[in-house]
Nanobody, 128 residues
Framework: EVQLVESGGGLVQAGGSLRLSCTAS????????IGWFRQAPGKEREGVSC????????YYDDSVKGRFTVSYDNAKNTVYLQMNSLKPEDTAVYYC?????????????????????WGQGTQVTVSS
């Protein structure tokens, strides 16, 4: 059983940065796709970014391209989401999720509904 723990959320002013971490236990992230998702109050969950640990390919929603960077440290079994130039509309609970089968495209087309393993979420609040 894979368990995911996110950390790194918080309150930041617009234009600031945060780095979220997603650490796995129970298995390594090798050969998984790991997605970052967010859900704002009253809105559906949406895929933000994804990394395929087998080849290192990364994917981003248009709303965060050029501002967010996803990376994987296999020595620490941790995936990071570096978030720069944050905007108030980035405010949401951010979740990481992992799956050994489904590709990153599913993070954006079906909002990760097929992903097996989810973290508990971490709040990101961006003030204007």
């Amino acid at each position: 059983e894979v368990q995911l723990v996110e950390s790194g959320g918080g309150l930041v002013q617009a234009g600031g940065s945060l780095r979220l971490s997603c650490t796995a236990s129970g298995d390594t992230f090798d050969d998984y796709t790991i997605g970052w998702f967010r859900q704002a109050p009253g809105k559906e969950r949406e895929g933000v970014s994804c990394i395929d640990s087998s080849d290192g390919r990364t994917y981003y929603d248009d709303s965060v391209k050029g501002r967010f960077t996803v990376s994987y440290d296999n020595a620490k079994n941790t995936v990071y989401l570096q978030m720069n130039s944050l905007k108030p509309e980035d405010t949401a609970v951010y979740y990481c999720a992992a799956d050994p089968i489904f590709p990153c495209v599913m993070a954006f087309t079906t909002r990760g509904i097929e992903y097996d393993y989810w973290g508990q979420g971490t709040q990101v609040t961006v003030s204007s």
